[in-house]
C-alpha cells in the first residue's frame, strides 16, 4: 500500500511534445552512423535497404499496482487466483527491447507485456519519456502512435539525455473500473497483508518504546 501511495502522489512535469521532423534516408543514415560511434554498450542502430532502421530501446518498468501474469510465470510477492497471479514488479527493473522505426509506442507497450507474460489489458499502460534539460527532469506521455526508435536516434545513446518509462496509464486516481474481479480481489489480498505487516511492525515498535519508558520509570522511582 505504501509504494501503490509513493507512486500515485509523484507529480509528473509535462512538456510539449516535440514536432516530428521528417529525415530524408540520407539524413536517417548520417544519424545512423553518428549514433553507433556514440554507443558504448554495443546496441547499434542498422539501416536497412527499405529505409526502415532498427536497434534498441531501454525501458524501466515504474509500475505500482501488481500485474497479472500466469501463475506458472510468476515470482515473487504474490497472490493467487486460479490459473492467474498478481504480483509486484522490482524497483527499478530495465527491459531491453529490439524495434524496428515503424513499431509504435503501442507495439513496444504490447511487446513489453508480452515479454514478461502479463495478462493485463496494454490500454491500462503508457509510455513515458524522461528528458534532462537545463539541469531539470521533464517527463511526458507518449501518445500511441509515436515512434520510440525514432526519439533514441534523435536523442542519441545516453539514457541520460532520453529514457523510457512504462507506467500504469494513470498516474493520478486509479481507475478502479478498468480491473477484473479477479484483479481486485488480488489486490484485495496482497494489501490485507501489507496491511497486517505494516501493523506488526508497528507493535513491534511501540513495545520497544514501552519497555524502554518502563526501564527509566523503573530507574527513578526506586523504592525508598
Same mark, same amino acid.
Given at each position: &500500500?505504501?509504494?501503490?501511495?509513493? #507512486?500515485?502522489?509523484? $507529480? +509528473?512535469?509535462?512538456?510539449?511534445?516535440?514536432?516530428?521532423?521528417?529525415?530524408?534516408? *540520407?539524413?536517417?543514415?548520417?544519424?545512423?552512423? %553518428?549514433?553507433?560511434?556514440?554507443?558504448? +554498450?554495443? #546496441?547499434?542502430?542498422?539501416?536497412?535497404?527499405?529505409?526502415?532502421?532498427?536497434?534498441?530501446?531501454?525501458?524501466? &518498468?515504474?509500475?505500482? =499496482?501488481?500485474?497479472?501474469?500466469? %501463475?506458472?510465470?510468476?515470482?515473487?510477492?504474490?497472490?493467487?487466483?486460479?490459473?492467474?497471479?498478481?504480483?509486484?514488479?522490482?524497483?527499478?527493473?530495465?527491459?531491453?527491447?529490439?524495434? %524496428?522505426?515503424?513499431?509504435?509506442?503501442?507495439?513496444?507497450?504490447?511487446?513489453?507485456?508480452? $515479454?514478461?507474460?502479463?495478462? +493485463?489489458?496494454? @490500454?491500462?499502460?503508457?509510455?513515458?519519456? =524522461?528528458?534532462?534539460? *537545463?539541469?531539470?527532469?521533464?517527463?511526458?506521455?507518449? %501518445?500511441?502512435?509515436?515512434?520510440?526508435?525514432?526519439?533514441?536516434?534523435?536523442?542519441?545513446?545516453?539514457?541520460?539525455?532520453?529514457?523510457?518509462?512504462?507506467?500504469?496509464?494513470?498516474?493520478?486516481?486509479? &481507475? !478502479? *473500473?478498468?480491473?477484473?474481479?479477479? *484483479? #481486485?480481489?488480488?489486490?484485495? =489480498?496482497?494489501?490485507?497483508?501489507?496491511?497486517?505487516?505494516?501493523?506488526?511492525?508497528?507493535?513491534?515498535?511501540?513495545?520497544?518504546?514501552? +519497555?524502554?519508558?518502563?526501564? @527509566?520509570?523503573?530507574?527513578? !522511582?526506586?523504592?525508598?
Amino acid at each position: &500500500m505504501l509504494k501503490l501511495l509513493s #507512486l500515485l502522489l509523484l $507529480k +509528473d512535469v509535462q512538456k510539449e511534445r516535440e514536432p516530428h521532423v521528417y529525415l530524408s534516408k *540520407e539524413e536517417v543514415k548520417e544519424k545512423i552512423q %553518428s549514433y553507433n560511434s556514440s554507443v558504448t +554498450d554495443k #546496441l547499434k542502430m542498422t539501416l536497412n535497404a527499405n529505409g526502415i532502421y532498427t536497434g534498441f530501446i531501454k525501458v524501466q &518498468m515504474e509500475l505500482c =499496482r501488481p500485474i497479472t501474469v500466469q %501463475s506458472s510465470q510468476s515470482q515473487g510477492r504474490c497472490a493467487h487466483s486460479n490459473n492467474e497471479t498478481a504480483f509486484y514488479l522490482p524497483d527499478g527493473c530495465v527491459n531491453t527491447l529490439h524495434i %524496428s522505426s515503424t513499431n509504435t509506442v503501442r507495439e513496444v507497450i504490447e511487446a513489453l507485456l508480452k $515479454k514478461f507474460f502479463v495478462a +493485463d489489458n496494454p @490500454a491500462k499502460f503508457a509510455l513515458y519519456k =524522461r528528458c534532462h534539460k *537545463e539541469d531539470q527532469v521533464y517527463t511526458c506521455k507518449l %501518445s500511441d502512435q509515436e515512434h520510440p526508435l525514432y526519439l533514441r536516434l534523435v536523442a542519441g545513446p545516453r539514457t541520460e539525455m532520453l529514457s523510457f518509462v512504462l507506467r500504469e496509464h494513470e498516474t493520478g486516481e486509479v &481507475m !478502479w *473500473e478498468a480491473f477484473s474481479i479477479p *484483479e #481486485l480481489q488480488n489486490f484485495l =489480498r496482497i494489501l490485507d497483508k501489507e496491511e497486517n505487516e505494516q501493523l506488526q511492525i508497528l507493535k513491534k515498535r511501540y513495545a520497544a518504546y514501552r +519497555d524502554k519508558l518502563e526501564e @527509566a520509570l523503573g530507574g527513578v !522511582w526506586k523504592p525508598g
